[in-house]
């Protein structure tokens, strides 16, 4: 699929998805938000593979306990000690740092791919105790962050040949983000207008919104790796798919037939087929052609034009300079991993 063209999207969303045959062997996988929906598929995939060790992470103890189970369940054959499940709240920087602190001191030696599936869709606003709009902080900052604290352990388990993953589960929905950022070039600064509560863009833009930025954040953070590359960096979108995501619209009955509905309608695919795409952009092994790069059904395509245009790409940068400030102040690492590992353009 191109653009998001109508006729496009609904022939993509009956396509039958392939599953990479690439080996794992010797491999360490994170993969975020793994309790449910595409995280869980995408784990069990990865962990079928008998891969040296998946870390799943979940939101808290209770729910890795229960992921783990599952996972054991679901990948008979494979060693336990090769599934570990870790919690991981994005929804607080502290939590964040706690994860990264743990993985320094306990994790392997070796993180070959980091899946940064964990999103979020909240339709009325929200705050978190960090004062960010919640969606912001969980779908981009959070990642932002996370990805960057792990960026060492990425580069210093790979090579050019056989480069480290980092995957950022992004949307299609980052093609109707433009029209919220109309004017953007004259705002004091992007991150904390897009925050506020009196911000023009309600539930789903917001939402659209946050996934546009991880687009633009992996061709930011991908451009300051050299070429080629030891960390391929790629934003996918696993199409409309069956999941939790919508669970706080279908808390209503109504909302809740709409909704199947509308999935019926649209060709929504199963979380199991929605994860290949993610399984794919961290396994396959054309992994220099998909650096920097938005992908959807298992191939690379265009992201929304507003990002190609001079606008995006001043816009892109733009936000880059201020993530890297707003993470700095969070964590003193952040600068740090910049400084040493990507220099400026
Ligand atoms: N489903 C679709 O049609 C679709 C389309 C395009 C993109 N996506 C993206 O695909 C990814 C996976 O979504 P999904 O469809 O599988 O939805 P899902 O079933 O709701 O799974 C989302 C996962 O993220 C976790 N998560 C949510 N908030 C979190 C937080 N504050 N901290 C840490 N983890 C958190 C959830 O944990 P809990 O269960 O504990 O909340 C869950 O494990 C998301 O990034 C989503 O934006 C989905």
């Known amino acids: 699929m191109g653009k998001l063209g109508i006729w496009d999207f609904f022939s993509e969303q009956g396509r039958d998805l392939p599953l990479p045959r690439e080996s794992v062997n010797g491999k360490t996988v994170v993969i975020a938000g793994a309790n449910v929906g595409l995280g869980l598929e995408a784990s069990a995939h990865v962990a079928n593979k008998k891969p040296s060790l998946v870390i799943a992470t979940c939101r808290d103890a209770v729910k890795c306990e229960r992921t783990l189970k599952l996972l054991r369940e679901r990948c008979a054959g494979t060693q336990p000690a090769s599934l570990d499940s870790w919690p991981l709240e994005l929804s607080s920087f502290d939590n964040v740092r706690s994860f990264a602190d743990r993985f320094d001191a306990e994790g392997p030696e070796r993180l070959n791919v980091f899946v940064a599936n964990a999103g979020t869709f909240k339709p009325v606003y929200t705050r978190t105790q ?95 790796l050299p070429s080629p590359t030891p960390l391929v960096i790629t934003a996918v979108d696993p199409g409309l798919c069956h999941s939790y995501l919508q669970r706080e619209l279908e808390k209503y009955c109504l909302l809740r037939i709409v909704l199947a509905f509308v999935k019926w309608l649209l060709r929504a695919r199963t979380s199991e087929m929605g994860s290949r795409t993610l399984v794919y952009a961290a396994l396959a092994t054309n992994a220099q052609n998909l650096h920097g790069k938005y992908m959807s059904s298992c191939e690379v395509v265009e992201e929304c034009d507003f990002l190609l245009s001079a606008e995006g790409k001043a816009f892109s940068e733009r936000l880059w300079w201020e993530t890297i400030e707003v993470l700095s102040k969070v964590d003193d690492r952040v600068s740090q991993i910049v400084s040493t590992y990507l220099p400026a353009r």
């Open 130 to 224: 960090d004062d960010w709009e919640i969606m912001l902080q969980v779908n981009y900052l959070s990642i932002a962050l996370l990805s960057i604290l792990l960026l060492p352990h990425l580069l210093h388990s790979a090579t050019c040949e056989d480069p480290s993953r980092l995957v950022l589960v992004s949307s299609l929905g980052h093609y109707l983000a433009e029209p919220v950022l109309t004017g953007s070039q004259n705002w004091d600064h992007v991150l904390g207008t897009i925050s506020a509560e009196n911000f023009g863009a309600y539930g789903m833009s917001r939402y659209n919104l946050s996934k546009m930025l991880q687009v633009a954040f992996v061709r930011e953070l991908a451009a300051r």
